[in-house]
């Protein structure tokens, strides 16, 4: 994976979850007539991106299936590294609505300059650039296997991925897991939006 000229840059919404405080599918909300799974698609076909999926387990809108069933996003990430082997990959999560395409822009070339995965801070996993080795593929399949403590930001631990050296706003990476959260994320869009 060194000449990154050649490396395939596959972006990865991960919608699989319950959105069990959502009440209802957080892929499914609408802004404006778009459905959020697709505006996040949008996002990152508006950046690098060669290619850009839905990993959403078994709903019906997931172009890939996971390999572990009810594993979380980690089991997407895993299932967007076996489906995408020698790629560069870009996750975002469904629910995070105010990232740019240009900090995901910023955060490829990041990475394919450093030539090293990275996460967007140290605070904050999403969005995450994986460089898909087969060294990552076995640590997240080992983590996933032992099927404890899911958490992507112990995989990253794992994985010792970097922290990315970008400006970001903080609003960019806010979260909607609550109708609260969503209303506040649609407030926001708004007021960029005019």
């Not at 505006?39 to 019906?60: F, H, P, W, Y």
């Not at 970001?168 to 926001?188: F, I, M, Q, R, S």
């Amino acid at each position: 994976m060194s000449n990154d000229k050649e490396i395939k840059v596959v972006g990865v919404v991960l919608a699989g979850g319950l959105s069990k405080r959502m009440g209802e599918d957080k892929a499914l909300l609408a802004y404006g007539a778009q459905p959020l799974v697709e505006r996040q698609a949008t996002i990152l076909r508006q950046s690098i991106c060669d290619e850009v999926i839905i990993c959403a387990g078994e709903k019906e809108y997931s172009d890939i299936r996971d390999i572990y069933s009810n594993r979380g996003p980690l089991g997407g990430i895993y299932s967007a590294m076996i489906y995408f082997p020698q790629s560069i990959l870009v996750f975002i999560p469904i629910d995070m609505p105010l990232i740019t395409s240009l900090t995901i822009t910023s955060l490829i070339r990041e990475v394919k300059k450093k030539n090293e995965s990275k996460k967007v801070s140290k605070s904050n996993v999403f969005p995450l650039v994986l460089m898909n080795s087969k060294r990552e593929k076995e640590i997240i399949n080992h983590v996933l296997k032992e099927n404890r403590e899911l958490s992507v930001n112990r995989a990253c631990d794992k994985l010792a991925v970097s922290s990315g050296e970008l400006c970001v706003n903080h609003d960019e990476l806010h979260n909607c897991n609550t109708p609260e959260e969503w209303h506040y994320a649609k407030h926001l869009l708004e007021s960029i939006n005019g």
